[in-house]
């Protein structure tokens, strides 16, 4: 790899973002595959230290823009403030649990939902490292009901590992499989004895649903703002439709937009997009 043209499409990237086009050549010259050598970079991003996988999305994303999921962190540091409180639902590594503990600061509380153990680990790592106690880590995944169950729990240095998720009845021969707890996202709620909660974040590959149906009497309480990933292609599998989420929403009185690069375009019932993120407001 030619270290001085990385560093200028480094350079470029984490001062001008992604201009149109300008992904499509940083992974003409420097994709993932040529940091192999590279190991882990630690990077500094939002006041926070970041050890970044260059060979994944993620880190990729972070070292050559300086940041992964801008328009998400934006919510994040708008919602969010001294002595809030956060649920970040499939955490992964952390890179937005760091921003949302430093934005509630130590008065505050991040709840951090990570069932994958090798992914856990970089998490509770990234946590030291940034010495941010004011973050609860729970080491399961969350549903409708509580048990155990089947979970692709792909290691953290794959490709796939932000790609963890329940196994639905249509995978069950699926390779890298464990088993890990179940709990409801109000039971996990209630035993905290919090009197608030402001944000929710939920990416968990297609179980969005039993996450958010499990916490309907947190949501009701509380009213929180939420965040949580919709992709069509596989939205499925956790038992879900799109009339089923407009009519949850619906009940608790919101109003849902779809995330794009510069605002969120509000989302008319029925014409829900392939993949977005799904930004959810309480009414007044």
């Not at 940083?26 to 970079?41: E, H, M, Q, V």
């Not at 060979?55 to 403030?81: A, D, K």
């Not at 919090?194 to 590959?205: A, G, P, Q, T, Y």
């Not at 009497?217 to 009213?223: D, G, H, Q, S, W």
Request: hydrophobic content about 40%; proline content about 6%; aromatic content about 10%.
């Amino acid at each position: 790899m030619n270290s001085a043209v990385v560093e200028m499409l480094v350079w470029i990237g984490t001062r001008l973002g992604k201009p149109p086009g300008w992904e499509r050549v940083a992974r003409t010259l420097a994709p993932p595959k040529r940091f192999s050598k590279a190991g882990d970079l630690c990077v500094v991003r939002d006041g926070l230290l970041f050890v970044a996988q260059p060979t994944l999305t993620l880190g990729w994303n972070v070292v050559m823009f300086g940041t992964y999921e801008p328009e998400l962190r934006e919510i994040i540091r708008t919602v969010l403030s001294d002595g809030g409180v956060a649920v970040d639902v499939g955490a992964n590594v952390g890179w937005h649990t760091l921003l949302m503990a430093r934005q509630v600061g130590n008065a505050g509380l991040v709840v951090a939902v990570e069932p994958n153990p090798s992914v856990r680990r970089r998490l509770e790592a990234h946590l030291d490292l940034n010495r941010l106690s004011q973050v609860r880590v729970v080491p399961c995944a969350l549903g409708e009901q509580q048990g155990t169950t089947d979970f692709w729990g792909p290691p953290a240095e794959s490709l796939s590992s932000g790609d963890g998720h329940l196994i639905s009845a249509q995978e069950r021969d699926t390779q890298g499989v464990i088993q890990v707890e179940v709990r409801r996202f109000d039971t996990v709620f209630a035993e905290l004895s919090l009197s608030r909660l402001d944000l929710v974040k939920i990416d968990v590959e297609g179980f969005e649903w039993p996450v958010l149906k499990g916490g309907a009497e947190t949501i009701a309480r509380f009213r929180p703002q939420i965040v949580f990933e919709f992709n069509k292609e596989y939205f499925s599998r956790g038992g879900g439709t799109t009339d089923q989420l407009e009519h949850f929403f619906e009940e608790h009185r919101y109003r849902l937009f779809a995330i794009q690069r510069n605002w969120g375009a509000a989302l008319e019932p029925g014409d829900w997009p392939e993949n977005a993120d799904i930004w959810a407001i309480p009414l007044p």
